[in-house]
């Protein structure tokens, strides 16, 4: 009792050094304050693009990019600061919310060379639906610049600085801030001129590569603003002359259903393989390999041809999408999860034809159930089965942390 009697006495005396310090060094607080919009994005970029001379680079090459950065962040941080008062909470707030993304996109791009964007923070529901996107690896340089976010937010709890305004005083500029900040992402009329002054690139990427230029152009923090506020602002929008009726009108067709009782039902497998393709449409490559000797071989057994799929090595249910509803995600506004676009009943898929077809259906995924949401939004398709990573009957084997082809084979041949 005498022990914790002595802590807490230690922490108050602490706790009056530092109310002390929030007025006898104004000046200190009053540059870590101004100075901090412009620290948080220069230690974010500077993680991410791994080197400062990267960093410093790309500041003289794009110092109005960098521009839009800090008057961003100073916007946000302005916000934080009338909303809670005490300048170390709104430091450690953006702290943490500013080098956390810029550590994600260090792993991210590290593991599968696609840039982190925002909207992909909703899959993050655990370490392994982490380590999918980003293999986390800690590094000395890492831990070097976590450090120093960490001694400029003990710095700032030290020295205290806060606002003296009352909560009344202080409602409506942070009010100011915040519909600032929505307006700017939801209404593209706001947004564009202001990209445009400050050399934003803003251009339309629906591929992996147009997103890359982009990221060059923009680097980390305006590049994931820039393809936020596109996200919000190509949500779908209810056409004026859409109704049930409608639909049932251009539905009304009859189609005349051809059937044989002779009929066998082969058996139907769709593999959709994230890591294959076919690179020896590359002449430049200049390949010589029997990799592909396999797929030929079954190729010629049957019929082959060239699928256009709207992804490449990321977003991998936009393609399932378009498989299995038969509809292009660019015709809705190209989002990169249009399966969360899906209200939670029945939908009408491929599976249902087989279904009537009298198939038995089943999906096999060999990862989370829980990753992009397949159990929930999926057991809405029609499958008969599904089978994840923790549901397998058969025998389990792993290619490094993955579960391997083979063992999805043969799950597929046992069903």
Excluded at 20 to 44: D, G, H, Q, R
Excluded at 56 to 75: R, W
Excluded at 103 to 115: A, M, Q, S
Aim: charged fraction near 20%.
């Amino acid at each position: 009792m005498e022990r914790l009697r002595t802590v807490l006495e230690k922490i108050k005396h602490f706790n009056e050094i530092r109310e002390k310090n929030s007025e006898k060094y104004k000046m200190t607080n009053l540059f870590l304050m101004f100075f901090f919009p412009v620290f948080i994005v220069s230690m974010a970029e500077i993680n991410q693009s791994k080197t400062v001379s990267k960093f410093i680079l790309f500041l003289f090459e794009k110092p109005t990019v960098m521009l839009f950065d800090v008057l961003l962040a100073g916007i946000i941080f302005c916000g934080l600061l009338f909303i809670f008062k005490k300048g170390w909470i709104a430091v450690t707030i953006q702290s943490v919310v500013y080098f956390t993304l810029s550590i994600v996109e260090l792993f991210k791009y590290n593991t599968n060379g696609n840039h982190l964007i925002l909207s992909e923070m909703k899959l993050f529901r655990s370490v392994k639906s982490l380590t999918s996107f980003a293999y986390i690896k800690i590094t000395p340089v890492l831990v070097i610049y976590t450090l120093i976010v960490l001694a400029y937010i003990a710095a700032v709890f030290v020295f205290n600085p806060k606002l003296k305004m009352k909560m009344a005083k202080r409602i409506v500029p942070a009010a100011a801030c915040v519909v600032s900040c929505t307006v700017f992402f939801a209404v593209p009329s706001v947004a564009d001129p202001v990209y445009s002054l400050f050399s934003v690139d803003s251009t339309a990427a629906n591929n992996v590569f147009r997103l890359n230029q982009k990221f060059e152009n923009n680097s980390f923090l305006a590049f994931i603003v820039q393809t936020f506020s596109e996200t919000i602002s190509n949500k779908i929008v209810k056409p004026e002359s859409y109704s049930a009726d409608t639909i049932d009108d251009l539905l009304d067709v009859e189609v005349e259903k051809e059937t044989n009782d002779d009929f066998i039902k082969p058996n139907v497998i769709v593999v959709m393989s994230e890591a294959f393709a076919d690179f020896r449409k590359f002449d430049e490559l200049d390949l010589d390999t029997d990799a592909y000797d396999s797929y030929d071989e079954v190729a010629e057994e049957g019929f082959k041809g060239t699928a256009i799929v709207p992804t490449f090595a990321s977003f991998t249910v936009r393609t399932e999408f378009e498989l299995l509803f038969g509809l292009p995600v660019k015709s809705l506004n190209d989002p990169n999860m249009p399966q969360r676009m899906l209200l939670d009943r029945e939908q009408p898929t491929i599976v249902q034809c087989y279904d009537d077809l009298g198939y038995s259906t089943a999906y096999v995924h060999p990862f989370l159930s829980s990753f992009y949401s397949r159990k929930r939004v999926y057991s809405n398709f029609g499958f008969d089965t599904m089978i994840f990573d923790d549901s397998f009957t058969v025998p389990v084997e792993y290619e490094g942390t993955y579960i391997s082809d083979e063992t999805v084979f043969n799950q597929i041949e046992k069903l």
